[in-house]
């Protein structure tokens, strides 16, 4: 390790024990060290980061705040980002490489991320997306764990790389999580969805890092046609770099045996391998296909497979009535983990296998994470399917999607399919039952605990079944008990919402509740006449609130669900002075949080707020004004003014016009007109 690796491994270490000290200090209410030994570190960090130029992410001295965002912005690469063309083949990877030299490094299991550095800063991090175009999610690659926000090179470097989620972090943030259905799959999924986040505290503190795999370009450097300066350059520049070995035909062998070993011990993911050639000038000249580039190839591992013996078939129905056959055998160890059941899909597949309980098989985790059964190897099957639903005890049907047959459950009513209706009575802008999931929701139907909205307030009831449930347990059933009786302390919006009304969202519920008055008797009992006449509501809407109130079973859950809540009013703010008035919200805002809590402001007093532009629209908002997005162009148009927030903000709160009256009414009938 030379002198300047030194460095960046110091300013690493100081970085993560001052940032541990801060946590303890400021979070915890401990100390671990002293204030003058914080002082000291800190000093030699801020040297260090002055003397080598560069800053980490995480860094105490560069902290970097958080941003949310309303949505990604989408931007096109400047070339096609292509796949690898593959082989599970040692022999074909030496062929490849012939006479060459190459470097053969992990295939990171994550998403691939392209970095551009300008002045020595982080200016842009976009996602590979569909390989043309990406996702930009600069304000998250801000905060992961490991990547510079400034370089000691100051021309423009474009360098591509893997975020990825190591899977120590993987298993603590899932122990976090009490439901075992509710947990991550894998650390893949959990970084895909990390890295893409409209809120990056969120990406913060999923602990996101990047590892450095290919230089795209670095504005005036000479790395003498080698791939390995390359590496060795942006290690320099303070990233770390995809581990790597420098390799010929004749020592591939020893290297991908070296690599297998190492990949069950090794914590960032991996599913295999990336040979590419050291010779830049060579590989850049060989082109690409339509798919792959030929400088690069990818070498996946073999399939581990493991014999073990079907225990039986479980039938596992879904909300949407379709029944999925689960194997169930003895556990078995594979890739590092224990694994004792895998999804057969459907009929189909089960008769091909001919499954049948006391079956030897083989199972296998397809790309080391989904188990799967590869071969029966005595087929004693198949096992019958069940003739009725193992939820609601009603008959099941046979479904020929194509080539493939699959169960389902023909009763309508079945408790199964309610599931989804439960999700949405416990969802965040509804009742807001923190932590139960739809997997949890069809686990305690599956016991028999949840018929009705109302049984999710009185679960104590089935302790002892829920308790027992494969990831349950008694802190789990009291978490989901208590966020239950939180949520009962409730809005009366929040409740008509959740009901799950044809049209409804949130936003409506609270237009008709302060319509009539936050009194639930005179909604139920509302005509359609009487909700149509709600500003905003209209007929399509009107007749399916009453047609819902007309069911007896509706009012029936409804009557049994107040009998375990308590409605308060939502706090008003007796400020009506955007009553009327609808606005337009686009582009990403910095007076509020999100789009969701703009929206909520403008609602609360009065007004109303659509996706799209037209002449009924009062106001269009966005920060950009002079943007050529297309609701800008439409705004123009028609006449509608665009305001900043700021501007939005001082004219609601002087109570002065958006809009002329007279321009109104031209926007009005030119967007009729078209």
Known sequence: MDQK???????????????????????ESREIMPNVEYDRLYDELQALEKETGITLSGSPTAMVGYEVLSELPKERHAAPMLSLDKTKDVDALAAWLGDKEGLLSWKLDGLTIVLTYRDGQLYKAVTRGNGEIGEVITPNAKVFENIPLSIPHTGEVVLRGEAVIRYSDFEKINEEIGDADSRYKNPRNLCSGSVRQLNSQVTSSRHVRFYAFFLVSAEGVDFHNSREAQFQWLKAQGFDVVEYRRVNAASIPEAVQWFSQAVRKNDVPSDGLVLCLEDIAYGEALGSTAKFPRHSIAFKWADETQETHLRYIEWSPSRTGLINPVAIFDPVELEGTTVSRASVHNLSILKELALGEGDLITVYKANMIIPQIEENKTRSGPVPFPKVCPVCGQPTEIHADGDAETLHCANPDCQAKKVKSFALFASRDALNIDGLSEATLEKLIGVGAVHEPADLFHLEDHREAIVSLEGFGEKSFDNLCQAAKQA???????????????????????????????DLDAIVSASREELAAVDGIGPVI????????????????????????TIHREEASGDLSLAGQTFVITGSLTHFANRDEMKKFIEDRGGKVTGSVTGKT??????????GSSKNKKAKELGIPILSEEDFLAHAAAGAPFRAEENRDAGIKESISE
């Open 5 to 27: 690796e030194q460095k960046l491994q110091r300013m690493k270490e100081l970085t993560e024990l001052l940032n541990q000290a801060a946590r303890a200090y400021y979070q």
């Open 488 to 518: 009962s302390d409730t809005t009366l919006p929040r409740l008509i919402y959740g009901l799950g009304i044809a049209g409804v969202g949130p936003a409506n519920a609270r237009t008709i509740c302060r319509a009539f008055g936050d």
């Open 542 to 565: 009107a007749e399916a609130i009453a047609a819902f109130f007309e069911q007896e079973k509706n009012r029936s859950h409804l009557a049994h669900v107040l009998q375990y809540i």
């Open 618 to 627: 009062t106001c269009l908002i966005n920060n950009d004004v002079s943007s």
